[in-house]
């Protein structure tokens, strides 16, 4: 009955009340060094099945982890974790993307420059220097951070895309594309942004932050008819400084126009109000001509502004009127194509006016704004001015508004290629699906790539012209050094400006030849991966190869060989967030398509964004951001990790430490599971075997119970695992630590006081195998306790194989579940009627269980604290059927109010099937609300078809003994703060004459009393 006090050597480390994460992690940390843990992980598994996995390469340009990076990098290994369980042999390199503006923009503030000139004139090769400087100083602090987060990587043989190993793979790349006639020099209006001096792509445009609310001019401007002095054409604008560029305006030829009294010509369903004194179709203004708005200056002077038709002008805004200026904006420059238009470009690099538009020479177009509004005001052109909020394009690194300009990019067709493209992303999984169709919607709607940008560090476009006509492409640095006529051996990197210093050959007329200064996109750069990092086409396997130009010095990474590539090419798996479709989920799946024809990944898992626990989004100057050092300081990295885990793929995930406190809330039950094992175990001297981990011989029901449900939580999870879907594995440990610690242990506590030894084996079972199948997703707490636990098997849960999934048997966990569900109603029942837990009752009645669960009728008995059981028809409640009148209400129509009076007055018969009958009409069950009310007396509880009645009289023996019960809770809660081991015998005096008459020995029992006195409260050790 009681725990024997104990002289065995203690087996199992005692465990403290909660655990401390932080510390706890810092340990394992420490241990997996000294024992090389993951190191014999990967021996254990080499020349195992291959999974390959591709890292997508982080940025190197923040100062420390984030917990948004945080999230990814868990994801990513959990899977490699599970896989490595699973005897998966796997490569492990992490990935730095370490150019373009992301580093640029970083530097430019940190030094200070503001604009591309004052970059030129600190120097490209100091700026050059700068730039690796913050990947250095980044890409390590990323990895202590990694390293922090329990994250398992290669770490030193990170590859990194500022190397030029991975230039000259994109340089192949471009060769490539330019063999098959895809690269031509486009000539367009783009996008633009004014600070950073350079086009954007139209994947860059679809990254999150993009588009900001922003209060703009709206400006409405009238144009004089040239043809027809009293009257003009009014126009809208968002864009002031678009107005000099003016070179046409564009009609809807179906349009039905009017003309107002005030002499302006505008759509005339856009203006309901207005009274219009003639009518006429667009095509019948088409050909006028009209006085543009900057007439006054000489660009605006030299056009002939003419009306013009267009289909696409809009019926739904603005004035159905629309102003064209072909040099500011994409669809006016393709309309110009079309129509022939003259272009106009206002604005420079900078975003700045040129010296042809007189006193506007050298103002930005939102210093012009105010000056264009008043000048217009002035000569009476303006027809009303006010402000217009709508959601606008900003630049995605320095939040510069966007404009368009006319630009020459370098630009990759796709049309081509697109039809394979879509052939082979359907061949690709995608979880979650949808992920999928919008990779499809942008394959097929996406324009040519733009790859070229002016800036400085990024890789430098091996593109020649030649006067000529031809265009050189080199393809690889050997190549270079071939046809360079000087500067080759001054080249520190493939990179500006020392590139810029080495003139070529031109192959056709063998001029001297100059590369152009752009750089390449970006998500080039991480596109190459699975090219470059894996030794695609290279014939030699290469020591360290992969550390040349800017990231030698930094990563030990080699060059494989094309044998290599072919092993582990494509990745069985890749993994990141969402807005990665457009970029390196698209890069390299373009690059790879075009390459050879083939997808680069068989699967994906993306997932949507983070936010804060309210769900905003977080800022730093919003001040709701959190250092992913702070979350591993107070949350733990196993806490993140859980809470990372529990995220659905297709929703936001809302991180904070609210949920971090829910989930240690969870981990502690989990804990104190473990925990009372511990310590019953240390008493009893219980002594598992790793070898016999499965319990045999004489097992009770409850633990043949136990061994199913522990079955079922490792089918379970190795089914999420399998189908990359956390949230189903945190799902399934959820519910398996509420079945353990609220049905197993509750229901077998007085087996482990009495040291039976089926039940400490089966839990033991239990817990074990749970740590192995939460490892990927908890690796410290896991190990901790693992270590703790299992003596003499593997040293390391991660070292544990996979548990081998079997089929559980699922009669015995029917069974169980049903009977907890009536226990769970029993509860509903008690707390409905306002009795405490602890006051016994006399009876319940349950209605509607299947067989099985009256043989659990104890059971239910002591859970519920109820003398008796029974299993019948539940009369102690009414029903009570209420009328549904959405749907009741039109099928009924007059005679509602009758029905409704009668359901009231309990006048109907039940039917099968759910159905009633009232007053002569049949209601079928949709048509109804049906409700179960106790009777006086009774408290009820309803569902799935299951009815508990639980009897709620109170006789003097209930209360007598709902007081005994309050009393001895009373003793323990004293016994645990007094500092009582559970072993200790005490003394003990309790106010309650009447209890100790009636009841001492079960007091003395419960409370581990040698004696029981009157007297005030109070217990004393023996
Ligand atoms: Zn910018
Ligand atoms: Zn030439």
Redesign the pocket.
């Given at each position: 009955m009681f725990p024997t006090p104990v002289l065995f050597e203690r087996m199992f480390t005692p465990l403290p009340d909660k655990p401390d994460h932080p510390t706890l992690e810092e340990e394992i940390l420490e241990l997996w060094e000294r024992e090389g843990t993951f190191e014999q992980l990967r021996e254990r598994n080499r020349g195992g099945p291959i999974w390959s996995f591709v890292d997508g390469p982080v940025t190197a340009n923040r100062p420390a982890l984030g917990v948004h990076t945080a999230w990814g990098r868990t994801l990513k290994d959990v899977f490699q974790r599970y896989k490595a369980l699973r005897g998966f042999d796997q490569r492990y390199q992490n990935g730095f993307d370490c150019q373009g503006l992301w580093i640029e923009v970083g530097v430019e503030r940190e030094l200070g420059l503001n604009s591309k000139r004052e970059i030129e004139e600190y120097g490209l090769e100091a700026f050059a220097n700068k730039c690796r400087d913050v990947v250095v100083r980044s890409s390590d602090a990323l990895t202590r951070g990694s390293k922090r987060l329990g994250q398992w990587m290669d770490w030193g043989t990170d590859y990194f895309t500022f190397s030029d190993t991975n230039i000259e793979y994109i340089w192949k790349f471009l060769k490539n594309v330019h063999g098959k006639g895809w690269l031509y020099l486009g000539h367009r209006a783009t996008a633009w942004c004014p600070r950073c001096g350079t086009s954007l792509s139209q994947h860059e445009l679809t990254q999150g932050g993009v588009y900001q609310e922003r209060s703009d001019p709206s400006l409405f401007v009238r144009f004089p008819l040239k043809e027809r002095p009293s009257e003009s054409i009014a126009v809208w604008t968002t864009t002031p400084w678009t107005l000099p560029g003016n070179v046409a305006a564009a009609v809807h030829p179906d349009g039905d126009y009017g003309l107002r009294e005030s002499g302006e010509w505008v759509l005339a369903s856009l203006f309901p109000e207005d009274t219009f004194v003639r009518h006429a179709k667009g095509s019948e203004l088409v050909g006028l001509h009209y006085e543009g708005p900057f007439d006054t200056l000489a660009p605006g002077a030299s056009v002939d502004h003419e009306i013009v038709p267009w289909d696409e002008v809009s019926f739904e805004e603005g004035t159905g009127i629309v102003h064209i200026a072909t040099g500011a904006g994409p669809e006016d420059f393709e309309l110009g194509k079309q129509l022939g238009l003259p272009v106009l470009m206002p604005v420079d690099e900078a975003g700045r006016f040129y010296d042809d538009y007189g006193w506007l020479h050298g103002m930005s177009t939102i210093e012009a704004a105010d000056q264009i509004v008043g000048d217009l005001r002035e000569r009476g052109f303006l027809l009303e001015a006010g402000t217009y909020v709508h959601n606008y394009a900003h630049c995605w690194r320095c939040d510069t508004p966007i404009i368009y300009r006319l630009s020459d990019d370098w630009f990759i067709a796709v049309d081509e290629v697109r039809p394979k493209l879509l052939e082979e992303n359907a061949k690709v999984e995608w979880v979650p699906e949808y992920m999928g169709k919008r990779m499809d919607d942008w394959l097929r709607n996406m324009g040519d790539w733009n790859i070229s940008r002016r800036r400085y560090y990024g890789l430098p476009l091996p593109f020649y012209p030649?006067?000529?006509g031809?265009l050189n492409v080199i393809g690889s640095k050997s190549e270079l050094a071939e046809r360079a006529i000087e500067g080759f051996d001054q080249l520190v990197e493939l990179r500006r400006p020392w590139i810029d210093r080495v003139p070529i050959t031109?192959e056709?007329?063998g001029?001297q030849?100059s590369r152009i200064l752009e750089v390449g996109d970006v998500w080039l750069d991480a596109g190459i991966v699975p090219f470059s990092t894996l030794g695609w086409d290279n014939p030699e396997w290469i020591s360290e190869g992969y550390a040349t130009g800017a990231a030698k010095g930094l990563t030990k990474a080699d060059l494989p060989d094309h044998a290599y590539w072919e092993k582990w090419f494509p990745a069985d798996w890749v993994s990141e967030m969402r807005e990665q479709i457009r970029l390196w989920f698209y890069s390299q799946f373009f690059m790879s398509v075009a390459l050879i024809g083939r997808s680069p990944y068989k699967r994906v898992l993306g997932y949507e964004k983070m936010l804060d626990e309210t769900g905003r989004e977080m800022h730093a100057s919003w001040g709701n951001t959190i250092k992913a050092e702070d979350a591993f300081a107070q949350m733990g990295a196993d806490v993140m990790r859980w809470q990372y885990c529990a995220q659905p793929s297709d929703r936001n995930l809302l991180f904070g430490f609210g949920p971090a406190h829910e989930i240690k809330r969870k981990l502690l039950t989990f804990w104190h599971s473990i925990r009372f094992f511990v310590d019953y175990s240390n008493i009893e001297g219980f002594t598992p075997a790793w070898e016999q981990l499965e319990p045999d011989g004489e097992l009770r029901p409850l633990d043949r119970w136990l061994v199913a449900r522990t079955q079922q939580l490792v089918a379970d999870a190795t089914k999420a695992y399998e189908g990359t879907v956390t949230v189903d594995v945190i799902r399934g440990f959820e519910a398996f630590l509420d079945d353990v610690s609220n049905w197993y242990i509750r229901r077998s506590r007085r087996r482990f006081y009495a040291y039976d030894q089926a039940a400490f084996r089966t839990l033991w079972y239990a817990l074990v195998q749970s740590l192995r199948v939460m490892a990927p997703v908890m690796p410290f707490l896991t190990d901790h306790l693992w270590r703790n636990l299992v003596t003499d098997g593997p040293s390391s849960v991660h070292l544990a194989p996979w548990p081998e999934p079997v089929e559980p048997d699922r009669a015995v966990l029917a069974e169980i579940a049903e009977v907890r569900s009536v226990v769970e109603l029993g509860r509903q029942a008690r707390s409905s009627s306002q009795l405490r837990q602890r006051q016994p009752l006399r009876r319940l009645v349950v209605a509607g269980a299947s067989p099985v669960a009256a043989g659990h009728a104890d059971e239910i008995a002591a859970e519920l604290r109820v003398k008796e059981v029974e299993f019948g028809e539940v009369e102690a409640s009414e029903l009570r059927v209420k009328p549904n009148l959405p749907v009741l209400g039109p099928k009924l129509g007059a005679d509602l109010r009758e029905v409704r009076e009668r359901l009231q007055r309990g006048e109907f018969e039940q039917l099968e099937g759910g159905r009633f009958s009232v007053d002569g009409h049949v209601l079928e069950p949709d048509e109804v609300l049906v409700e179960r009310v106790g009777r006086e007396g009774w408290a009820v509880a309803s569902d799935a078809g299951v009815t508990v009645a639980l009897d709620t009289a109170l006789d003097d023996e209930l209360l007598l003994e709902g007081r005994l019960y309050d009393r001895i809770h009373e003793v323990n809660v004293l016994r645990r703060e007094s500092g009582l081991e559970i072993t200790d015998r005490i003394r003990l005096w309790i106010p309650d004459a009447d209890l100790i008459e009636r009841y001492s020995d079960r007091i003395a029992a419960e409370t581990l009393a040698v004696a029981v006195e009157p007297g005030e409260l109070r217990v004393e050790k023996t």
């Open positions: 030649c006067n000529c031809h031109c056709q007329c001029e030849v």
